[in-house]
């Protein structure tokens, strides 16, 4: 399948002068279609500046990022919006839940800005709040909910628009164990199913089993593990 993400040369350095300091230094990646790529390193390391780059949320120093076979290169602020909200799927460590919207609105929003029609709305929602065990909470407001049932509706969301690619950023991390599983196996599933890629960033090893290939980030470089 089609690449749905590379990366080439990429650079973020921070400051100037003699205080400049490289984040990633000519980092490259490709992940294509059908594939769950897994990234680990420890705390400091650039994981986060990695998946803004590959977010298109954050402008490389230098190199070059393309998804879904569109380069982010000379983009402008509207063309970059409109590329994350039909290409790519966001999840967070925290929910980021919008307070004044209940469950089932929350993925109706996303799917409004995407331009799905009602009934494709209502369905993905539905099966998406269904596979993931969320779906008796659909009337409640974020307010009502646990830390890990807010997490399992910023995961719904992120499928909802059917983006080329998800990035994921510590999915499970306010999940128990089981819960945590089934999230993972879930993207694995919509990965393969319907070849889409996702990238997530972990500390917990547990998780890598559903993962084609697990890479560390070094040294502003990814290493094959």
Request: hydrophobic share 40%.
């Amino acid at each position: 399948m089609s690449a749905k993400l590379i990366m080439k040369q990429v650079t973020k350095t921070y400051g100037d002068g003699a205080a400049t300091m490289s984040v990633l230094n000519k980092l490259n990646l490709e992940v294509k279609g059908g594939e769950f790529v897994a990234v680990l390193g420890p705390s400091g390391s650039g994981k986060s500046t990695f998946l803004s780059i590959a977010g298109a949320l954050l402008t490389p120093t230098s190199g070059e990022v393309a998804i879904d076979g569109e380069s982010l290169k000379d983009k402008s602020k509207g063309e970059l919006t409109r590329l994350r909200l039909e290409k790519i799927g966001f999840m967070f460590q925290s929910a980021q839940l919008l307070p004044y919207l209940k469950v089932e609105e929350q993925l109706h929003y996303v799917a409004k800005l995407a331009k799905l029609d009602a009934k494709e709305s209502r369905e993905r929602a539905s099966y998406l709040l269904k596979r993931l065990g969320i779906w008796e909470r659909r009337d409640h407001y974020p307010e009502k909910l646990s830390g890990g049932e807010k997490q399992r509706v910023a995961i719904a969301r992120a499928w909802m628009n059917k983006p080329a690619i998800l990035f994921a950023d510590e999915p499970t991390a306010s999940l128990d164990y089981k819960r945590g599983r089934e999230v993972v196996s879930m993207i694995a599933d919509e990965v393969k199913q319907e070849g889409k890629a996702a990238v997530m960033v972990t500390h917990d090893e547990r998780m890598l089993e559903w993962c084609d290939r697990v890479l560390r980030l070094q040294d502003g470089v990814l290493i094959d593990m």
